[in-house]
Every structure is written in C-alpha cells, then in structure tokens.
C-alpha cells in the first residue's frame, strides 16, 4: 500500500461522508431548510482545514483531527469496527496511518492485511519474519501495524 493518499482524494470522500452522514439526514428534518446549503459550503470549507491536518507534519494534530472525524462521523454504542475495504478509501489509509485502528490494542490477520493493502497470508509471513508484532491474545498488534505502514514510505 503506498502511504498518505492524495489531498484531493481524501477531500473529496471526507465532503461525501460529511454530507450523507450528517447533512442529508439534517436536510429530510429540517424539511428541505436553506440553512442547510450554507451548512454544505461550511463543511466544504472545512474539509481542506481537515485534510491539511490529517496529512501535515504535525502528528498529534493528524491523530487528534483523525479520532475526531472517526468518533463524530462513525459513531456508535460498539467499538469502531469497519468492514475491511473501508482501510483502502482515503480517510481508512490516512486513520491507519496516523492512528492505527481506533479503539483496539491488536486485530485480525484479515485487518491488519487491509489496513497495510495486503493479504491474510503476507501478514502472516510478516510475523514470521518478526516485521509485525503477533498479540498474546491473538492477532496483530495495533502498533506493530502503524510501525510498518510508516516504514513503507514517509509522510509527505
């Protein structure tokens, strides 16, 4: 998997699941209210200022900016739990990334293949050759995958 994907990209899918997760819904409540579109530019806006943090040098700010969108545009009584093809879109890449998997100490093999763009098997072989760190409890640790994902290529 290559690293951070690109800025238009990750914009462009953080505009799309800003609007279908919060402002569609807002939109059929408040019955087709204007104020809505003015809420589409704000977020429009917004997104740049997202995506700049979430690909800028400053790692804190990418983390704390990552667990901000992840907890507001996912959220749910159970831990965050997305399907696998959701660590290739952009906004799955970049969380990988710079938070690795929110909320979990260690995942699957199938996981940690989808957040590093390989398969079960290339994780497996990765743990044997000690480049990803087997949990005691099973799977792979969260930290071990993050580690890996910033060896393969730097941050722009």
Do not use: C
Not at 33 to 43: F, G
């Amino acid at each position: 998997m290559s690293g951070l994907p690109d800025p238009d990209d990750l914009r462009r899918q953080l505009t799309e699941v800003v609007g279908t997760r919060l402002l569609d819904p807002l939109e059929i409540l408040l019955d087709g209210d204007r104020t809505v579109d003015t809420l589409r530019t704000r977020v429009y806006e917004q997104t740049q200022v997202w995506t700049v943090q979430l690909l800028g040098p400053d790692g804190r700010q990418a983390r704390f900016t990552a667990a901000r969108l992840v907890a507001t545009l996912y959220p749910d009584d159970a831990a965050f739990d997305p399907p696998a093809a959701w660590w290739a879109t952009p906004l799955g890449r970049v969380v990988a990334r710079r938070v690795g998997h929110p909320g979990a100490h260690h995942v699957s093999y199938a996981v940690a293949g989808a957040m590093l763009g390989v398969t079960r098997q290339a994780v497996h072989d990765l743990i044997q050759r000690g480049k990803l760190d087997r949990h005691p409890d099973g799977g792979v640790r969260v930290t071990s995958v993050r580690a890996r994902l910033s060896t393969l290529e730097a941050p722009r």
